[in-house]
Nanobody
Framework: QVQLVESGGGSVQPGGSLRLSCAASGSRSMIPVMGWHRQAPGKQRELVATIARGGFTNYADSVKARFTVSRDNNKNTVWLQMDSLEPEDTAVYYC????????WGQGTQVTVSS
């Protein structure tokens, strides 16, 4: 069983930055894929960014060039650097890990508002 603990959410003005962190525990091996989804009020959960253990990344079109996903394979930790935040980025952000199944964090709120 993999446990994921997120941190780093909060409130910021448009154009600001936030950095989310997610640490995985309970896995003795390197997790193949980690990443982030988000869910805004009244909307479905959507993929934000993923990163494989080899470093390959994938981003939603809406966040390309603004968000950067990175990871530490040895620590099974993933980060999401979010720059040039927009009100449309307001959502609960969920970390996930794919290892013989998909595991989710508890979510962290990100609010972008003036």
């Amino acid at each position: 069983q993999v446990q994921l603990v997120e941190s780093g959410g909060g409130s910021v003005q448009p154009g600001g930055s936030l950095r989310l962190s997610c640490a995985a525990s309970g896995s003795r091996s390197m997790i193949p894929v980690m990443g982030w989804h988000r869910q805004a009020p009244g909307k479905q959960r959507e993929l934000v960014a993923t990163i494989a253990r080899g470093g390959f990344t994938n981003y939603a079109d809406s966040v390309k060039a603004r968000f950067t996903v990175s990871r530490d394979n040895n620590k099974n930790t993933v980060w999401l650097q979010m720059d040039s935040l927009e009100p449309e980025d307001t959502a609960v952000y969920y970390c996930y890990a794919s290892l013989f199944g998909t595991f989710w964090g508890q979510g962290t709120q990100v609010t972008v508002s003036s």
